[in-house]
């Protein structure tokens, strides 16, 4: 579970800083963003490697399946599990948002237009749609673990159904605002995977990998004959994306993922004994969501940095033979920065709760996500403007410390719990 979070995190920066590019015009002496699916249209079907959100889903579900196991045998209520779940999920991401508020109001004020600002803003923030969606998945996972003790593989066919409904209410019926409701079934029929893999219930790695080839033919079929574009990471110029809102095409994909990865577990289990392999996946879960956070902000530094020193290593055009040649210097480079920040700022992800803080009701834990979540989704479309009063930077602020604070949530230095650090 933990080498899965860990490499599926690789792989989504990886894909994030591929497909998030910028070229220099020396004509207006400007850094024009771009993004490879848009000026390599090709690249699209990259994108069937590089998106693993199904694994974080199935992989959250197991880690949740275990975490709700721990809290039954201690007598833990719904709160004291949900408590502890928001603070590891929300605390790494409170500074994240203030950041960029400031950064947002700096660039206003320097003059900057609201579009750029929007545009930057947008893609430092891009990380944190998994947390919106996630918050809310967690909130549900009682519920929706109760349902899989209960009724094992219905459920999951239940939401599967239910994001098939949804689909075909988008496309046949022009449902379109409908189709939000994905951001759901989809997602909490990956995150149903995860019961089925720590209830053992997976079947023969020859089942599995007959899952994972039907899957595929099913995922292919779907982009080959359906009205789903190839793009699995955002549809640059298409009416349609896969991903927002979600699509079954991640589904058949997520089963297909599913299939694959554990029919090789038990390999995978005999190569994770080895002492540097499994270091370096306890190393990188202990910073998994600073890294993960704050990847595309450092993406967007090198930008300016490039930007003020006149363009330099902008000047290729992407796709070029240059430009793919150069890829491995552009993501060594990121990297090395990348990892200073992520042992700067890891701690805060690993501080516990306040050992003698008072448990909120679950009433208030459940509003205070709510708001936190709607506030990260707001971050997540429309950015910040820069505005100091405006409804898109100060009350999507406003949302998300205020969610935090109600669920008892904040950045002061706090003494973790002996034992604390989980999944």
């Not at 893609?123 to 909130?139: D, E, G, H, K």
């Not at 593989?153 to 239910?162: C, D, K, P, T, V």
């Not at 990471?233 to 589904?251: C, D, H, M, Q, R």
Request: with cysteine; aromatic share 12%.
């Amino acid at each position: 579970m933990d080498f899965l979070r860990a490499v599926s995190i690789l792989f989504v920066i990886t894909g994030h800083w591929l497909i998030t590019t910028a070229e220099w015009d020396a004509d207006t002496q400007t850094l024009r963003p771009l993004l490879a699916l848009e000026s390599v249209p090709w690249t699209a079907w990259l994108t069937w490697l590089f998106q693993v959100m199904p694994i974080f889903f199935i992989v959250g579900g197991y880690s949740n399946a275990i975490s709700l196991e721990s809290a039954r045998d201690k007598h833990l209520g719904y709160a004291q599990w949900l408590t502890g779940r928001l603070h590891r999920l929300l605390t790494p991401l409170l500074l994240l948002v203030l950041v960029w508020a400031v950064v947002s109001l700096l660039m206003q004020l320097a003059g900057a237009a609201e579009s750029t600002i929007r545009f930057v803003s947008r893609t430092a923030l891009v990380p944190t749609w998994f947390l919106a969606i996630y918050t809310m998945i967690v909130l549900l996972a009682p519920a929706s673990y109760a349902l899989w003790r209960r009724w094992g593989f219905a459920s999951l066919a239940a939401y599967m159904l239910l994001a098939i409904f949804v689909d075909f209410a988008f496309f046949q019926l022009e449902l379109t605002f409908f189709g939000w409701s994905n951001y759901f079934w989809v997602w909490l029929a990956m995150h149903h995977l995860g019961f089925a893999w720590r209830d053992g219930r997976i079947g023969s790695p020859l089942l599995l990998v007959g899952l994972a080839v039907a899957s595929f033919g099913l995922f292919v079929s779907l982009i080959g004959f359906g009205p789903y574009p190839i793009a699995m990471a955002g549809s640059p110029g298409e009416e349609v994306s896969n991903t927002l809102p979600p699509k079954i095409t991640l589904i058949a994909l997520g089963l297909s993922q599913f299939g694959l990865l554990l029919a090789v577990e038990k390999p995978m289990q005999r190569f994770l004994t080895g002492l540097r392999a499994w270091t370096c996946t306890v190393i990188i879960n202990t910073m998994i969501m600073t890294i993960y956070l704050w990847h595309m902000t450092i993406l967007l530094l090198v930008l300016a940095g490039a930007w003020m020193a006149g363009g330099f290593g902008m000047g290729m055009a992407p796709g070029s033979a240059q430009w793919w040649w150069t890829r491995p210097i552009w993501l060594g480079v990121l990297t090395l920065l990348l990892v200073p920040c992520a042992l700067l700022l890891s701690p805060l992800e690993r501080s516990g709760r306040p050992q003698n803080a008072p448990v909120p009701s679950a009433q208030r834990l459940v509003v205070g996500a709510t708001m936190a979540g709607l506030g990260i989704s707001l971050a997540t479309l429309l950015g910040f403007d820069g505005e100091l009063l405006s409804l898109t930077n100060t009350g999507t602020l406003a949302l998300v410390l205020a969610g935090a604070w109600i669920c008892g949530i904040s950045l002061k230095k706090k003494s973790a719990i002996p034992g604390s650090v989980s999944s």
